[in-house]
């Protein structure tokens, strides 16, 4: 019986590896125009970092996380979201020293154990960007600029932003407290997630995708009624700087994180090409994560999107597979070692190039090269070895033209 992979981690198949290297390409040329750095982090991290920074009553740390002991007996973890290792990087090593204020990136996959669907699987891929050090609404405003930017530098323009502020541990016990109150009128609606945990994290209840959860919880309490003066500024200066860059948006005071780490400003992008799957992007404000973890007391705010989602909104289905600018064809061993010679040497120019490696016929190779979509094929056998000259067909009409077997000459015509 053959072996296949894991359910819920997928292979990235060479005809899909050209969108997902666009949407990478695209988001390192965005974000260093915004001032970002790439910064990389283990797949592996202790348990205690998502357990302190996620927060032990999430479906994530509850439910979700692969976690195994380690030989030495260390609980590790796959890592399921990307901002807990990359606050744990800045404090160990400091980089707060050399600069208070970072803005990095990463690119890579993630792990949750649970159901997988269309956009959604056990191995899945983010790119995120952190911005620490600063709590200037301005900030805010121009993470989400730059995230609009990526969405419109790659072609998905059908995304509505949708934001909303979670308060700070001022104003938050007020609202749980009126939350919790108004959640235990309704319990018997609720599912048994709700039920079980809506004491040590209510704001969850407004996100339960349970139509009854969702019904009960219809007219509950505004979060945006409860801010605190420092955080109803907060939020309504983000407003007017979205507003001032002409970037459309909706407040939508429903808006819950599932991360314990999140407060003030919090936002998604979302479409209605995916289903239930709507969100593609989300992030939102961390202002007391670091120190939580251990490190100085600065703010950060940051977001992630799913490679997987993005992809399905890219339009691939008429996306051409890449062809070799050239196919060699050599007839008899000679022409072929030439071939091979000529081949190598054109493509450590950038030039890409494939030749047949079986010794057929011509007739063979050039449907070999018509299957690959080489618009040219440079036709070598041993009359044009000796004179030092070949025929170069195009692949279109079938016209042909001698040239000659000389690297310099070649690498003209092809670049």
């Not at 202790?46 to 692969?66: N, P, Q």
């Not at 992007?281 to 973890?293: S, T, W």
């Not at 010679?341 to 011509?362: A, N």
């Not at 000259?389 to 000459?409: F, H, K, P, W, Y």
Request: proline share 5%.
């Amino acid at each position: 019986m053959s072996i296949t992979g894991v359910k819920g981690m997928n292979d990235i198949l060479p005809a899909d590896s050209p969108v997902w290297q666009e949407l990478e390409e695209a988001a390192r040329r965005v974000f260093s125009t915004y001032g970002f750095r790439e910064i990389r982090v283990p797949v592996v991290e202790k348990t205690e970092l998502f357990c302190r920074s996620i927060g032990e009553a999430t479906d994530i740390v509850e439910k979700e996380m692969y976690t195994f002991t380690d030989k030495g007996g260390h609980s590790l973890t796959l890592r399921p979201e990307g901002t807990a290792s990359v606050m744990r990087a800045f404090i160990q090593h400091k980089l707060h020293a050399a600069d208070p204020i970072a803005k990095l990136y990463y690119c890579g996959p993630m792990f949750r154990h649970e159901r997988p669907q269309k956009g959604r699987y056990r191995q899945f891929h983010q790119i995120g960007a952190e911005v620490i050090g600063v709590d200037d609404p301005k900030i805010d405003a121009q993470l989400l600029a730059m995230l609009v930017n990526y969405f419109d530098e790659v072609g998905i323009d059908d995304v509505e932003l949708q934001i909303n502020s979670l308060g700070c541990p001022e104003c938050r016990p007020g609202y749980r407290q009126a939350l919790v109150t108004f959640i235990e009128q309704r319990l018997d609606s609720l599912c048994d997630d709700c039920r079980r945990r809506y004491r040590n994290n209510p704001l969850r209840t407004l996100d339960c995708k349970v139509p009854g959860c969702r019904e009960a919880t219809l007219d509950a309490p505004s979060v945006l009624d409860h801010l605190c003066g420092g955080c109803e500024d907060h939020f309504a200066r983000v407003r007017r700087y979205l507003e001032n860059l002409r970037l459309p948006f909706a407040v939508n005071p429903r808006m819950v994180r599932g991360l314990d780490y999140y407060c003030k400003t919090t936002f998604e992008l979302l479409t209605n090409r995916l289903g239930s799957q709507s969100a593609v992007a989300a992030g939102g404000r961390y202002d007391g994560l670091i120190r939580q973890l251990g490190g100085p007391d600065l703010p950060g705010i940051g977001f992630a999107m799913g490679l997987e989602r993005l992809v399905l909104l890219k339009e691939t289905a008429d996306r051409e597979p890449s062809a070799p600018a050239l196919f060699i064809a050599g007839l008899g061993e000679a022409a072929a070692d030439e071939a091979f010679r000529l081949m190598s040497l054109l493509q450590r120019s950038g030039i890409e190039v494939e030749m047949d490696y079986q010794g057929r016929s011509l007739k063979a190779q050039l449907r070999r090269a018509d299957k690959l979509g080489a618009a040219r094929v440079l036709i070598i056998g041993e009359d044009e070895l000796a004179r030092g000259n070949a025929q170069l067909r195009t692949m279109a009409d079938g016209s042909q033209q001698e040239v000659r077997l000389d690297i310099d000459t070649l690498r003209t015509l092809f670049t």
